[in-house]
């Protein structure tokens, strides 16, 4: 075997254990069989919502193991073309095999994302919301271009997405927006983008042409139904209203339509100005306060499980998550995984997905990188 066709064997087979560990593959084998001999009850269909449910646990693990072993079978075929090609000298055959072998491996790095995708919320919709850091128009300005790096991704995706909340900067810039985004595991796949972003450029907004270093925070919380019970005391809630204002510091509305409600125990606020009417705003902005507690407390359950919790940081050094370096080199760096690009532009752009299938891989496996940050 070839050492590039090694290369490919070895990619296919790290991702397809992966993939195994992600779904704990004996449990997720039983509870199969099980979900199988459930939906033959016929008893099953006279409670259509639990119908529902288990129907569709059923279909999502039964894909994901029909693709764990449909690619082995591929991958056991191309290794069987590829020694065939060897043995006859047929370098048509052996390279046939090993291009194969290749698009297979793609295809398993692929496959191998959507199974992380197993959260009870992941397949939801999802709020992204961001707000500058300490720095006037310097963060506010990065923090617009973080607003247009995840509405770039989002569009890549095929996702709708909706701008829920924008509070412009006084000369240039973002203050905080939120972002709605819309489709099939929006959530499961932006949530690993929560923490702090730092940015390290010539400033545009220096006449001395210095190099300035801005932070940014992000945080992603998933949409939720109404059958989610969150409780929440009408008493420890401070709600305002204001005048709601769009990309540019135009107006949308001449009354005081928007609606922000800080939720005092945690000190949690949210906005909506999406929409002319205060009673609809107050609605949403309710529902992404509940989507916020609900994100809250299924982090401290994750993070209690490997006693890591940690209340949200400050915006600033030693909290960030990833760093963007565009003067004097150009470099992207994660600082959980360990993951680069030398194109910032195109990371700027929206191309986050080698930062998101690393980052949903590390907390499957649980491995942490030491990672020095970038100067």
């Known amino acids: 075997m070839r050492a590039e066709g090694q290369a490919h064997i070895d990619r296919i087979e790290a991702a397809l254990a992966l993939v195994r560990r992600s779904l704990d593959w004996e449990r997720a084998l039983r509870r199969l069989d099980e979900l199988s001999a459930r939906v033959q009850d016929p008893d099953l269909w006279n409670n259509p919502k639990q119908a529902q449910a288990i129907t569709q646990e059923q279909k999502r693990l039964q894909s994901a193991v029909t693709t764990v072993r449909d690619i082995e079978r591929e991958m056991a075929d191309a290794i069987e073309f590829i020694e065939m090609g060897e043995a006859e000298g047929d370098e048509t055959i052996t390279d046939e095999g090993l291009a194969s072998l290749a ?3 793609d295809r398993a790095d692929a496959d191998k994302v959507q199974a992380l995708l197993s959260g009870e919320v992941d397949a939801n919709d999802t709020y992204i919301e961001i707000h500058a850091g300490a720095g006037g128009t310097e ?3 990065w923090a617009e271009m973080l607003f247009r790096m995840y509405a770039r991704w989002a569009e890549r995706r095929g996702f709708k997405v909706e701008t829920v909340e924008y509070q412009a900067g006084e000369q240039a810039g973002i203050k905080s927006a939120t972002l709605l985004v819309k489709g099939e595991n ?3 796949y932006a949530k690993t983008e929560s923490g702090v972003h730092r940015l390290v450029r010539i400033s545009p907004y220096d006449s001395n042409a210095r190099r300035h270093t801005s932070f940014s925070s992000v945080w992603v919380y998933p949409v939720i139904d109404d059958e989610v019970e969150i409780e929440i005391n009408p008493a420890d809630l401070k709600i305002d209203t204001y005048r709601a204002s769009g990309a540019g510091g135009q107006h949308v509305n001449t009354t005081d339509s928007a609606v922000r409600i800080t939720h005092q125990p945690t000190g949690i606020v949210v ?3 999406n929409d002319r009417s205060q009673h609809k705003n107050r609605a949403t902005a309710m529902s992404m306060l509940k989507a916020r507690l609900y994100e809250r407390e299924m982090a401290e359950r994750e993070a209690a499980a490997s006693g890591e ?3 949200k940081s400050d915006i600033g050094w030693g909290h960030q ?7 004097p080199y150009q470099l992207v760096k994660d600082l959980r995984t360990g993951t680069t690009s030398t194109s910032p532009d195109a990371v700027l752009d929206g191309a986050l997905d080698p ?8 907390r499957v496996t649980g491995e942490k990188a030491e990672v020095e940050d970038v100067e």
């Open 271 to 273: 906005a909506s100005q």
């Open 309 to 311: 919790y940690q209340e």
């Open 103 to 105: 698009g297979l491996a």
């Open 321 to 327: 998550i990833r760093s963007y370096v565009l003067q």
């Open 186 to 188: 929006a959530y499961g």
């Open 139 to 141: 963060s506010q300005d």
């Open 355 to 362: 930062f998101i299938s690393a980052a949903l891989a590390q």
